[in-house]
C-alpha cells in the first residue's frame, strides 16, 4: 500500500539533516527565511474566526526553545500565527492566556521543505524508506538511486492527467519536482535530460495537441484516437518531422 508523504517535519529531523542546530534555523525564521510550524489546537482568533491544525508561528516567538547560549525556556506562550506564509498574521483572543509551545512542537512543512531545498540547493529530510510503492529490485550490481521504472510511470500517469507538455524543459522541470516529492532530491540535469529525451521521441510521435488515451481519445476525437504508438486506440499517423 502507497502511503502519503509526511506533511510536518520535527525540527531536530530538519535539523539533523542539514547538520546544523535547531537554533539556526529558528534564526532564519526570524529573518523570514523559513517557515516554522506548529500543530495548533482549537482557538480562536480576534476576528472571531476558528483555525486548528498546522499553522505558522513567528521565529521571534519560539526562539527562547531553541537558544543554544544562555537559559533555555521549557516553554513559550504563542498569542499569534499564520495560517500560510502568504496569509496576515492573527491574533489568539480564546483561549485568553495564548497557546504553550514546546521545542518538541516545532517543526517545518514539507511544501516548505520543498520550496527552501529547492532554493537553497539542500537535502530535503525524508523517511527511510521513502513513502510509496516499494522500488524496483534491480539485478546484481549496485542498488541505483532512483527507481527507473517507476519514473517512466510517473511520466505516464502525468500526461494522462494533464497532456502533453509543451517542451520536452517543461516535462524535466515537472518530473523533477516528482523526484523531489518522492525521493528528496533530484537527478542531476545531464542524467534527467538524458532520460527524458528518450522518452520524447515517442512522446512527440503525437500530433501539437495533448497526449490523451483510448476514452479519452474518443471522446474528444469521436472515436479517432490521438496518439500514435502501442497504448493508443486507431491512432493517426504523426506529421513529418
Known amino acids: 500500500m502507497a502511503l502519503p508523504p509526511r506533511p510536518f517535519v ?68 504563542i498569542r499569534r500565527f499564520r495560517r500560510s506564509r502568504t496569509s496576515d498574521w492573527e491574533m489568539i483572543a480564546s483561549p485568553l492566556d495564548g497557546i504553550p509551545v514546546r521545542a518538541e512542537d516545532l517543526g517545518v512543512l514539507s511544501a516548505e521543505l520543498v520550496r527552501v531545498g529547492q532554493l537553497w540547493d539542500v537535502l530535503i529530510p525524508r523517511s527511510d524508506p521513502p513513502a510509496g510503492p516499494k522500488p524496483h529490485k534491480p539485478g546484481p550490481g549496485a542498488t541505483p538511486k532512483y527507481d527507473w521504472d517507476r519514473f517512466a510511470g510517473a511520466v505516464a500517469l502525468q500526461i494522462h492527467e494533464h497532456g502533453k507538455p509543451k517542451s520536452r524543459r517543461e516535462l524535466a522541470r515537472l518530473m523533477r519536482e516528482w523526484f523531489l516529492r518522492v525521493y528528496g532530491s533530484a537527478p542531476d540535469d545531464r542524467t534527467l535530460e538524458k532520460r527524458i529525451q528518450a522518452m520524447w521521441v515517442e512522446i512527440s510521435a503525437c500530433d501539437d495537441e495533448p497526449i490523451v488515451f483510448d476514452a479519452r481519445a474518443n471522446a474528444r476525437n469521436g472515436g479517432q484516437g490521438s496518439c500514435s504508438g502501442p497504448h493508443a486506440g486507431h491512432a493517426r499517423q504523426a506529421p513529418e518531422r
Open 10 to 77: 520535527p525540527l531536530p529531523e530538519v535539523a539533523s539533516c542539514w547538520k546544523i542546530s535547531a537554533e539556526e534555523i529558528v534564526s532564519w525564521s526570524v529573518d523570514r527565511m523559513i517557515d516554522i510550524a506548529i500543530i495548533l489546537p482549537l482557538v480562536e482568533t480576534s476576528a472571531g474566526l476558528k483555525a486548528s491544525g498546522f499553522s505558522l508561528v513567528a521565529g521571534e516567538d519560539v526562539f527562547g526553545l531553541v537558544r543554544e547560549c544562555g537559559a533555555r525556556a521549557d516553554a513559550v506562550t
